[in-house]
Each structure stands twice: as structure tokens, then as C-alpha cells.
């Protein structure tokens, strides 16, 4: 969900969506100021928007990281050229990961 919600695509829907609501909201009947109601949602509509940008930073510092630790694997004599991908098993198998690993170093 994290990747998806940190695409470009997703943040065009989102504004997509929010441009749609600012057209609609004058043809609907909210029995109030439909101008009161837009501007009492901007700061929800901000914090919306500020959380597909902070997520799709995350996901690019995230994608950073892993290839520099794919390369450190690589680059290192004897490391297990298996642990690159890791990060792409599902939670059991990565608990089962974690368990060989663990044993491994007699913890």
C-alpha cells in the first residue's frame, strides 16, 4: 500500500478527486456557504497531498538504501548473494529469514 500510495499517479487521483469535489460542492444543497465548507477542508486537503509527497520520498530514500545494501552484499567475499532480495518475501518467510540467520550467529 506504502508503494502505491507513494506514485504520481496516486497524487493525481487525489487531486483529481479534490478538483471534482470544489465543481460539485456549488451544485449540491449543504445548508451552508459551500465557499465556508472549501475553505474549512484545505487544511485536511494539505495534509492529504503532504502525505503522498512524504511518502513517495520515503519510498525513493527506502529504494536508495537497498541498492547500496545489494551492493555491499555483492561486493562482499563469502555474503550470501540470497539476502539481496530479501526484502521482496512475504512476512513468514521473512521471520523464517530472521530465525536461520539468528541460528547462524548463535543468538
Same mark, same amino acid.
Given at each position: =500500500?506504502?508503494?502505491?500510495?507513494?506514485?504520481?499517479? $496516486? =497524487? $493525481?487521483? $487525489?487531486?483529481? %478527486?479534490?478538483?471534482?469535489?470544489?465543481?460539485?460542492?456549488? @451544485?449540491?444543497?449543504?445548508?451552508?456557504?459551500?465557499?465556508? @465548507?472549501? %475553505?474549512?477542508?484545505?487544511?485536511?486537503?494539505?495534509?492529504?497531498?503532504?502525505?503522498?509527497?512524504? +511518502?513517495?520520498? +520515503?519510498?525513493?530514500?527506502?529504494?536508495?538504501?537497498?541498492?547500496? %545494501?545489494?551492493? @555491499?552484499?555483492?561486493?562482499?567475499?563469502?555474503?550470501?548473494?540470497? =539476502? =539481496?532480495?530479501?526484502?521482496? %518475501?512475504?512476512?513468514?518467510?521473512?521471520?523464517?529469514?530472521?530465525?536461520?540467520? +539468528?541460528?547462524? $550467529?548463535?543468538?
Amino acid at each position: =500500500m506504502s508503494r502505491a500510495v507513494g506514485t504520481s499517479g $496516486a =497524487m $493525481a487521483i $487525489a487531486l483529481l %478527486l479534490c478538483v471534482a469535489w470544489v465543481i460539485v460542492a456549488p @451544485l449540491i444543497d449543504h445548508g451552508m456557504n459551500w465557499k465556508f @465548507l472549501l %475553505l474549512t477542508n484545505v487544511p485536511t486537503l494539505a495534509t492529504l497531498f503532504m502525505v503522498f509527497v512524504v +511518502q513517495h520520498t +520515503q519510498n525513493h530514500h527506502v529504494d536508495a538504501i537497498q541498492v547500496k %545494501l545489494d551492493e @555491499l552484499i555483492r561486493a562482499m567475499e563469502g555474503a550470501k548473494n540470497s =539476502m =539481496m532480495n530479501v526484502e521482496d %518475501l512475504s512476512p513468514e518467510a521473512l521471520k523464517q529469514v530472521k530465525k536461520d540467520v +539468528q541460528r547462524e $550467529a548463535g543468538e
